[in-house]
Each structure stands twice: as structure tokens, then as C-alpha cells.
């Protein structure tokens, strides 16, 4: 990926489309989010996979589980040479669930590969290629009807494996922009997934990057408990009325420090 100041030169400022209700922010605001982590944080080089179809396999894995054995699973897969599209369709569902058991729920998701398997193979003859050429919004729509592919998991799809300009929501995303007030009330994906792809230009190398940076921010500052936003990137764009802010203590006085026993 190129430096996280070129991808920012020149962005236009977009003003004529609007994000659904729950979205409170304006774009050229969100722009200063993703400048803010940047500058703090990037590049962060983001997703941990050696091939597009890794990346899919790990996308379809990481649901409702931890990174760290959707690893475990994949160094399972590895090891029996099943990282490829034709390995993995010929092996039979019941063995490829022993290998993804590490990353929990293995028997559906060994369901789900197979099921987004069956689609390659029946949509674009087991091609990633062919089947990355497909327009954006077309292919998103069929990714959303294959078996066990969300939102999230379709988004995934899409940018990271197959480099499309799509941005991947996640509850990270939802956590830091209801904290910051960006959103309000339940969250809605398609809502937000709008508001930051009518924010930037179509540029998939921008919104790998902004994503990896919440993704950053989420787990290091604004955990799902209490957050730590002293000496978060972003503590500085918290609203004025943020129950997140912590009052400024003034200095003591001197009649103050004298009592003070």
C-alpha cells in the first residue's frame, strides 16, 4: 500500500448524498478521523493472509470467534493442503470440520465454506479470478445469497481478497462511531457502510486502511468495557458533552494547598 499522505491527497468533498437517519456526522468530518489515526498509527499493512483465497476462508472463520483460532484453524488447513479452491471442494465436509474446529461452530462453518465453494464453482467455474471481475455492487449481491455470507463477511470478501472499493463494518465501527456520536440508536450497516464510502473517493487501498486503523483503535483504546481515552487518537474529537470526557482539575490555589493536611 502507498503512504497513508498520497492516498489522502485530493480528496474531493462530497455534499450532495446523505447517510440514512442514524448517521449524524458529516463526510468532510469523518475525514478528520481517518487523518487523526494515521497520522497516530499507519500504514498497519492489514490483512493476515498469503492468498485471496485465505483471506476468504479466514473472513468466513473469524465469525463469532477470536482471531487467534481462526490461526490455529487455518495452520490446520495448511498443513493438509487444502488453502485452494479445488483442494478444498474435493474434500469431504466432515474432514474439512475437524480442521476448522479450532475456530469454534466448525461444523457450520465447514458448511459454509463448502457452500461458498459450491457457488464458485457453479458461478465462475471455481475461478477467483473470473469471479473478482465481476462488477462490485453485482457480485455483492450474490456473495449476500450464498449460505452463511453476511454484510460483514461479503465486505470482507470484497476488499481485502478481492480488492474492491467497499468498507467493511464491524463492532469496532459501531462502538467508536456510537461513542463518538457519529451514530445514534441501533446499529444499521448499511447506514454506516454509506456514510464512509460517500466520505472518501472510491479508493479500495483508503478504505483497507481506515478500517485496519478502527480495528486498531478498538482493541487498544475503545474496548467494549471501559474505555481508555487518554491517549487515544481520537480522544480529541469526543463531543463536547461525551460522558467520556474526563473534567479538567484546576491547579489548586494557594490558601487550598496550605489547608490540605
Not at 450532495?16 to 497516530?40: F, I, K, M
Not at 459501531?174 to 450497516?189: D, E, L, Q, V
Request: proline share 8%; charged share 20%.
Amino acid at each position: 500500500m502507498e503512504t497513508s499522505r498520497r492516498v489522502r491527497r485530493n480528496w474531493p468533498i462530497r455534499t450532495e448524498e446523505q447517510a440514512p437517519e442514524t448517521v449524524n456526522l458529516g463526510q468532510q468530518d469523518l475525514r478528520a478521523y481517518y487523518e487523526a489515526l494515521s497520522r497516530a498509527l499507519g500504514p498497519m499493512h492489514w490483512w493476515p493472509a498469503k492468498t485471496p483465497f485465505e483471506v476468504i476462508v479466514g473472513a468466513i472463520l473469524t465469525q463469532s470467534t477470536a482471531w487467534a483460532n481462526v490461526e490455529r484453524a487455518i495452520a490446520n488447513l495448511r498443513s493438509a493442503a487444502l488453502l485452494t479452491p479445488s483442494a478444498m471442494w474435493a474434500v469431504p465436509t466432515s474432514r474439512l470440520a475437524a480442521l476448522v474446529r479450532p475456530s469454534g461452530y466448525f461444523r457450520q462453518k465447514a458448511k459454509k465454506l463448502k457452500a461458498f465453494l459450491q457457488f464458485l464453482h457453479g458461478e465462475y467455474r471455481g475461478s477467483l479470478k473470473r469471479m473478482f471481475q465481476t462488477p462490485t455492487e453485482e457480485l455483492r449481491v450474490k456473495l449476500l445469497d450464498v449460505h452463511g455470507i453476511g454484510p460483514e463477511t461479503a465486505d470482507s470478501i470484497l476488499l481485502y481478497a478481492g480488492n474492491h472499493p467497499v468498507f467493511v463494518v464491524d463492532s469496532y465501527t459501531h462502538r467508536i462511531f456510537g461513542r463518538h456520536a457519529i451514530t445514534s440508536g441501533k446499529p444499521n450497516y448499511e447506514a454506516v457502510r454509506t456514510l464512509v464510502e460517500t466520505a472518501f473517493p472510491r479508493d479500495p487501498r483508503v478504505f483497507n486502511e481506515f478500517h485496519a486503523l478502527i480495528v486498531n483503535t478498538g482493541k487498544n483504546w475503545c474496548s467494549k468495557g471501559e474505555p481508555r481515552c487518554e491517549g487515544c487518537p481520537l480522544s480529541h474529537l469526543l463531543p463536547a458533552n461525551s460522558p467520556f470526557l474526563r473534567p479538567a482539575v484546576a491547579p489548586a490555589t494557594a490558601l487550598e494547598t496550605e489547608l490540605t493536611p
